[in-house]
Every structure is written in C-alpha cells, then in structure tokens.
C-alpha cells in the first residue's frame, strides 16, 4: 500500500477559488484514515495555506506535514514547526531583483513570514488577495529591507509565458549552475536555491519517516510538479497538466482539477481494494 501521497495545490487539488472540493476531501478522508499521509506540495508561502489545511483537516497535528516554497521549506502543519529550510543567498537575489526591475513583470519576494511585491500589478494583487496570502505591495525598487531576512525564492510574475521563458533564457549566464529556474500557474517563472525543487524534498520527507520511495505518489499539473511526479514511486498527471508533465508521469487522469482528479488518484491507487 501507498504510504505517502504529494498533491500540488494549484490547478491540482483545488478548484479556481482556491478551494479543497468536496469531492477530494472526502477522498481524502478516506485514504487517511485507510493510513496514507497526505502532503500538500506547493510554490506557496505555508501562511498561504491555513485555510486550505483546514478544509483539509491537516491543522490538528505537527504529525503532518507541508512541502512550501517549491521545496524550500518542509514545516508540520499542526504549529508550522520548521524541519527544513533551503533559503537563498541576499546577493544573488539581488542579482535576479536588478535583472528584473527592467522588465514588464511583477517581481515577488517571498520570506517564510509572507512575500513582497514589486510592481505590482492589479490581477496579481487581487489573486494573493484570494489566496490569502500574507503580502505587502513596494512601491519603489528598493529590496534592501530584506537583508537580514531569510528569503526563501523570489518569482516573476506575468500571464504570458513565451514571454517568461525568453527572459528565462536571457537569463541563463546567470542564473546556470546557481538556481533552480522552474515555471507554474501559466504566469509564474520562480528562482529557488540551487537544488531545491519539490521532487528533492519528498525524497527528504520520505527518509525522515522512513518511507521507501516506492510507497510514494506525487500528482500535479505544472513543470514546479516535474521532479516529484518523476521522484514519486507512481507519478500522476491529472488531465489539465502540460503535456510535458504528462509526459513524465506513469498515469494521467480522466478527470481535471475542476472535476476532482485527486480523488481519481486516489479511489484507483489507494482505495482500489
């Protein structure tokens, strides 16, 4: 049997409002109560995901965990004790920072305490609004203030990808061999340290339960999703996921995230006896 199950979040496990719905967290209600854990793994900040830990009913014990930050940052979900963090460097985010303080995109900083945007732009406002996130619009260019703070990515943000990859590419003397340059939601390219990404940190997750890897499964729908769904022991791809992603995966669902492809996952692999 499947022990640990890895869910992306966005265009995931929840619907267009942010939102767990009925149809996954019954499933998953089930499934943990069957024994598997279940870990949500997102680019999101922990402070973003109170609310869907509630739905989910994984606030009540510091015997579950959360994968944040693209793999940053590992956290129990009953106090958010921190197990790991894999923050970055200042200097080399303001290197990013000053690159992109030229371009057309919103730039997001984001620390463990919640994220600072820069150039912000009104749907971007309005969407960590919807998140609830924990943010605070900079007016100017200045990232100085974040100096003695722990930064754990720093993303751009606009919705035209073309455009995101070629400034990705403009950016690769910079960026190669020093960070980990990953895309999600159709409007994010996020910069994390070197290494960090969410395939690493279930495998991290993984040895400090002890849990073999070929007990594990990871689905999601983005290239953020890639590693853990190669990682996993069984990688899913639910059926709104880049082709890329479903590519790499060893199932995709039928069903989308709107229509609860996370409950598929789970009524085939693990409640299937």
């Known amino acids: 049997m499947y022990e640990l199950m890895f869910s992306d979040l966005d265009e995931t496990l929840l619907t267009s409002d942010h939102h767990v719905p009925e149809v996954n967290r019954k499933a998953i209600r089930r499934a943990r109560a069957k024994g598997l854990k279940f870990i ?44 790991l963090f894999q923050g970055m460097e200042y200097a080399l985010v303001k290197e990013l920072f000053d690159f ?22 009104q749907d971007e406002i309005d969407r960590k609004i919807k998140q609830k996130a924990n943010f605070k ?42 960070v980990a340059v990953s895309y999600s939601s159709m409007r994010y ?51 709104n996921a880049l082709p890329d992603v479903k590519e790499a995966a060893d199932v995709v669902t039928t069903k989308d995230f709107s229509q609860g492809a996370v409950a598929e996952a789970i009524e085939r692999f693990v409640l299937h006896d």
């Open 40 to 83: 949500p793994a997102t680019g999101r900040g922990y402070e973003m995901t109170r609310e869907i830990l509630h739905e989910l009913e994984l606030d009540q014990s510091d015997e579950d965990y959360i994968i944040a930050f693209n793999g940053g940052m590992i956290v129990t979900t009953g106090t958010f004790q921190e197990i």
């Open 189 to 239: 390219l996020e910069f994390n340290a070197p290494g960090v990404n969410k395939g690493q940190a279930l495998a991290w997750l993984a040895r400090y339960l002890g849990i073999p890897l070929e007990k594990t499964i990871a689905i999601g729908d983005n290239e953020n999703d890639m590693e853990m769904i190669k990682t996993a022991g069984l990688g899913i791809a639910v059926q």
């Open 137 to 178: 619009v900079i007016e100017d260019f200045d990232m100085s203030f974040t100096k003695d703070m722990r930064i754990a990515k720093i993303i751009f943000q606009k919705c035209d990808m073309p455009y995101l990859r070629e400034v990705a590419r403009q950016m690769e003397p910079l960026t190669r061999d020093r």
């Open 100 to 121: 992109g303080k030229h371009l057309d995109v919103c730039m997001e900083i984001f620390t463990p305490e919640g994220c600072f945007l820069f150039h912000a732009n």
